[in-house]
């Protein structure tokens, strides 16, 4: 699942470049009638740091639940956290 999140994250940092170029492009040549390539941007650092927060949360590989204070031994079954 963590493969999956860096791909998603990596994607969307691509589709927030792109996206924010156009979009850019578009007010430059005094078209602001479209901004739905703003709102795409937008949207795609959204998900970005939805994974990026995903990314930082621990769990523990004894009961799996997720670790609060990112310590050493886990709150819930007292156990190391490798």
């Not at 998603?8 to 691509?14: E, K, T």
């Not at 390539?37 to 995903?54: A, E, K, Q």
């Amino acid at each position: 699942m963590r493969k999956a999140a860096i791909c998603i994250a990596i994607v969307s940092i691509i589709v927030f470049i792109i996206a924010w170029g156009t979009g850019g492009i578009m007010i430059y040549e005094n078209d602001y009638e479209s901004n739905a390539w703003l709102y795409v941007g937008l949207i795609s650092m959204v998900i970005f740091f939805g994974c990026l927060i995903y990314l930082k949360t621990t769990r523990c590989t004894h009961c799996g639940r997720i670790n609060p204070t990112f310590g050493e031994f886990c709150p819930y079954c007292g156990k190391k956290i490798k």
